[in-house]
């Protein structure tokens, strides 16, 4: 009754909530990371953010580190 379709094992059923999670977590820093890289106007980030999935590593490395302070200090 409880059988999987074809020969899917049952831990693979544990893996896809995961999977979906770790997506949107991803999606939502790489959305941050290359919108304020954009607004600041840093290629480079904006190119290592868009193409490196690194679950959100980088874009919350940039956003910690690397962006421009929007107002400077006198």
Do not use: H
Not at 33 to 55: D, E, H, M, P, Y
Request: glycine share 4%.
């Amino acid at each position: 009754m409880n059988e999987l379709p074809g020969n899917v094992p049952p831990w693979v059923l544990v893996l896809v909530p995961i999977i979906i999670v770790l997506a949107i977590w991803d999606a939502v820093w790489k959305l941050i990371g290359l919108w304020k890289s954009a607004r600041n106007n840093q290629l480079a980030w904006f190119v290592c953010i868009a193409i490196f999935n690194t679950l959100g590593i980088l874009p919350i490395i940039y956003l910690a580190c690397c962006q421009r302070d929007a107002n400077p200090k006198p």
